[in-house]
């Protein structure tokens, strides 16, 4: 089994920053993909950002130039860095783990972001 447990999340102003942080514990395997997906009220789960255990990304269109993703592969670690953030920008972010093999999925429990004045 696999846990991921996020941190981070919070209250920002617009046009401030905030980092994400999620640590994945378990039988991860690999290879292996993680990243951030975010839910904001009334919608649908959407990508933020991917990441392969081979640092190979993925950005939505709406975060690109605004939010870095970077892991560190001996603490099974990924991390958002969220810059320039908006009012649209705030969710619920959840942390997402797929074993590339077995293509099991495994998520957080989420961290919420509010960016608010």
């Known amino acids: 089994q696999v846990q991921l447990v996020e941190s981070g999340g919070g209250l920002v102003q617009p046009g401030g920053s905030l980092r994400l942080s999620c640590a994945a514990s378990?039988?991860?395997?690999?290879?292996?993909?993680m990243g951030w997906y975010r839910q904001a009220p009334g919608k649908e789960r959407e990508l933020v950002a991917t990441i392969t255990d081979r640092s190979g990304t993925n950005y939505a269109e709406f975060v690109k130039g605004r939010f870095t993703i970077s892991r560190d592969n001996a603490q099974n670690t990924v991390y958002l860095q969220m810059n320039s953030l908006n009012a649209e920008d705030t969710a619920v972010y959840y942390c997402?783990?797929?074993?590339?093999?077995?293509?099991?999925?495994?998520w957080g429990q989420g961290t919420q972001v509010t960016v608010s004045s």
């Open positions: 997402y783990l797929i074993n590339l093999y077995t293509l099991r999925e495994y």
């Open positions: 378990g039988r991860i395997g690999r290879p292996n993909s």
